[in-house]
């Protein structure tokens, strides 16, 4: 590297109350085993290490300074707010983020990314002068346990490392380094041309030091992954740009080790700013890490839905009939729920908590949503074995025996239980899906009874879950509100597109669930006071909701319409392509846990889903990718019959469904 100028500090070192930036001014960067958010000032205010799911060192995001940050960015004077960057860019299709300031004396970059792990998990930031001598300043706060203990910060070879408990952090970097105020700083002076590396790696305390970082080589090495892994994709049609982001997203949010895909890589970003609906979603929902396979899947990427189904498989293991809504990242069961008091949350929206207490609740349509991800893997091919199968029957065999029970939903209600309307819908998905796999010759079953409850469950929401004098069908079994999870209703195959009742559950949510701006909210809710899910507060649109409501009306022939809708919601993500899980209409923010997985693969499924009517509308000129998920190849069943498919190592599944 050219050298560089260090310089005695002119600049005081009193700590300075800086309020963390909006959710939308966060970049995501990671390493598929965790995941930092780095603030458009330079400041990464959010980093657990080693896991997503681990303690954070730096939670000045949930907090103050005091919880720990780290800021890299031009020097300022005392008490001057940090500088944004003026231009901030992932560096091509990967997860490098490159940030720039233009300042009186010259432009400088900072390119920060974590390079996937081979030994110790690292934040790297490399400080590049482009022109002019820019002065310079790191700022590091280490406060470990999500900022409730401060380590005890020495010298180590050279090294500087902070330590507490069973953790270990060392800070690597040829500029000069001094602390003061329990925060360690660093200033120095870049001319063009000058590359200056910090480094910090995590290492289990007790452990031998980390071996010394080479910044540059892990550069090149994490751009030369994400172009390989980028290369594998197979989707080539309209809005590519957001796809591809949206694909990188997800893969960030995949747990290398296990296939387990976070929801989200942060905990307790509020959906109503000041309010308590905060919730930790950096475990695995198999919901969410269903259709993101499904997402995967249909966008060549066959090796992460391999892993995810060995990692379904690990998780259930024994015991499918007490199926949870969520696990931890590798498959753990317990995911107890805590308040953090010392943290005085986003905005001051509190409480903070960790773990997630809904991971005990009963949500019948969990089942249908891996089995329908089962079906989908199996149509595709995705080396079918005994295995898969069985714990697809053995799901089947509970549900029908459970089917017609209450339940707490799709969205996780803490008031009682109800006959949700969508539960029963995907009840009847895992079915249909089953008797299509009988039917198929990958199993063998009792066709007959199955069609039999097929049928039942279908005559049972109709007669139950639709309001005749509406035209549309309702939240749960005798209520009148509605929910946006009945837009999935034809897209599940439970009714055609062109049912009088789907087009008026479509319009009915357009009415009563849509924001000025066309999207689209969860269900009502009653602010101070508590509504259906029992808790006291509004949110804000759901934009995984906004985003079905593009597909419903692409189903049924409104695809202008819908591609508006589409191209709206397009223009709420940030500059550089990310969600969070809802839109505050008042506000006009992104709130609620981020990036958010669930936002940005149904904005994949919407995306694939117009290209799909755009190809049936103008087949000459488009190439249909992929199908809807309720169908599958031209044969009379619907499923890819196991002679179409290659054999894995152990043979084609001819499973047996319990009697």
Not at 204 to 225: I, K, M, N, V, Y
Not at 271 to 290: F, K, M, P
Not at 467 to 485: H, M, P, V
Request: proline letters at 7%.
């Amino acid at each position: 590297m050219p050298a560089f100028t260090a310089e005695p500090s002119t600049l005081g070192s009193q700590p300075h109350s800086r309020v963390p930036g909006r959710i939308e001014d966060y970049a995501l960067i990671g390493d598929m085993q965790t995941a930092a958010l780095v603030c458009r000032d330079g400041t990464v205010d959010w980093l657990c290490l080693p896991r997503f799911d681990s303690h954070a060192i730096f939670a000045g995001l949930l907090g103050t300074e005091e919880h720990g940050f780290w800021r890299l960015g031009p020097a300022r004077e005392d008490g001057a707010e940090p500088p944004s960057a003026d231009r901030r860019r992932y560096r091509g299709d990967s997860l490098i983020l490159e940030s720039e300031w233009d300042t009186p004396s010259g432009t400088v970059r900072v390119t920060d990314f974590m390079p996937p792990r081979d030994g110790a998990p690292q934040v790297i930031r490399i400080v590049e002068g482009i022109s002019g001598r820019v002065p310079m300043r790191s700022e590091l706060r280490m406060r470990f346990s999500y900022g409730r203990v401060t380590p005890w910060v020495h010298k180590v070879d050279g090294r500087t490392v902070a330590v507490a408990g069973p953790d270990s952090v060392w800070l690597d970097t040829p500029a000069d380094t001094f602390g003061e105020n329990l925060t360690t700083y660093s200033d120095f002076t870049v001319a063009p041309g000058d590359r200056i590396a910090f480094t910090i790696s995590w290492q289990p305390s007790h452990h031998e030091p980390p071996g010394l970082p080479d910044p540059e080589s892990s550069l090149d090495a994490t751009a030369d992954f994400w172009r390989e892994w980028v290369e594998q994709c197979t989707y080539h049609g309209p809005y590519r740009e957001a796809v591809i982001r949206s694909l990188i997203t997800l893969k960030a949010l995949t747990y290398a080790p296990t296939g387990g895909i976070v929801a989200a890589p942060t905990t307790s970003l509020p959906e109503d700013i000041g309010g308590s609906r905060n919730w930790d979603y950096r475990y695995t929902w198999l919901r969410d890490a269903a259709i993101t396979l499904s997402s995967l899947l249909r966008t060549g990427y066959r090796e992460e839905a391999r892993a995810w189904r060995e990692w379904l498989l690990r998780a259930v293991a024994g015991d499918p009939e007490n199926l949870q809504i969520m696990y931890g990242i590798a498959g753990e069961r317990e995911l107890g729920e805590a308040e953090l008091d010392w943290l005085p949350g986003y905005e001051n929206s509190g409480p903070v908590r960790v773990g997630n207490g809904a991971a005990g609740q009963l949500q019948l349509d969990v089942y249908g949503e891996v089995v329908d991800l089962l079906s989908e893997a199996h149509q595709a091919c995705l080396d079918r074995h005994d295995t898969s199968t069985g714990l697809w029957l053995r799901l089947v065999e509970y549900l029908e025996k459970h089917w017609d029970e209450p339940d707490e939903g799709i969205w996780e209600v803490r008031g009682p239980r109800r006959h949700f309307v969508h539960s029963k819908v995907m009840a009847w998905v895992a079915v249909d899906r089953t008797i299509k796999l009988i039917e198929s010759g990958d199993a063998e079953g009792p066709l007959e009874r199955l069609r039999e409850l097929r049928d039942d469950i279908h005559r049972d929401v109709c007669d139950r879950g639709y309001d005749k004098e509406r035209n549309t069908f309702t939240q749960s079994y005798g209520s009148k509100e509605l929910d946006a999870s009945l837009l999935l209703i034809p897209q599940m195959g439970f009714l055609p597109p062109d049912d009088k009742r789907v087009i008026g559950t479509i319009e009915a949510i357009q009415r009563e669930l849509s924001t000025k701006d066309g999207f689209v909210l969860r269900y009502p809710t009653k602010g101070e006071a508590a509504g259906v899910d029992g808790l006291e507060g509004n949110e804000g649109a759901f934009l995984a909701c906004s985003f079905w409501l593009a597909d419903a009306l692409t189903l049924i022939g409104r695809v202008d319409e819908a591609r508006q809708l589409f191209e709206r919601l397009l223009s709420l993500r940030n500059d550089l392509g990310l969600l969070a899980e809802e839109w505050d209409p008042r506000l006009q923010r992104q709130v609620g846990n981020f990036p958010q997985a669930f936002s940005m693969l149904t904005l994949i499924q919407s995306t694939l889903a117009l290209n799909e009517a755009q190809a049936e509308q103008n087949p000459a000129r488009h190439l249909k990718l992929s199908l809807p998920r309720q169908l599958g190849p031209a044969n009379s069943t619907g499923m890819s019959p196991a002679s179409q498919c290659p054999s894995a190592a152990d043979g084609p599944a001819v499973a047996e469904a319990p009697r």
